[in-house]
């Protein structure tokens, strides 16, 4: 049943002169306080329509290079409070 549903939807084809890839980088860089901040103002945290494969592969590196510095961050502030002495 959902699959005739699907069938149906329809999107706009990605445009060539939409965001691209350091735009997709960028945006995927600040998706987690993009996120944050679309809670209270209205702020998208991805561009449509945009070129396509080239934004979304930027998107995505963008928000695991975002994810691995937050990570590195709270792992040194973790450690910090553990190796402290008392």
């Not at 149906?8 to 084809?13: I, K, L, N, R, V």
């Not at 209205?42 to 449509?48: D, E, L, Q, W």
């Amino acid at each position: 049943m959902s699959g005739l549903l699907t069938g149906c939807a329809s999107q706009p084809a990605g445009s060539s002169s939409g965001p691209r890839f350091l735009m997709g980088f960028v945006h995927g860089f600040v998706a987690l306080p993009a996120l944050l901040a679309s809670l209270f103002l209205p702020v998208r945290i991805y561009a449509f329509p945009n070129s396509g494969f080239g934004y979304e592969s930027g998107f995505v590196l963008g928000f695991g290079f975002s994810n691995v510095l937050l990570l590195l961050s709270l792992i040194a502030r973790i450690g910090g409070y553990l190796v402290r002495k008392s």
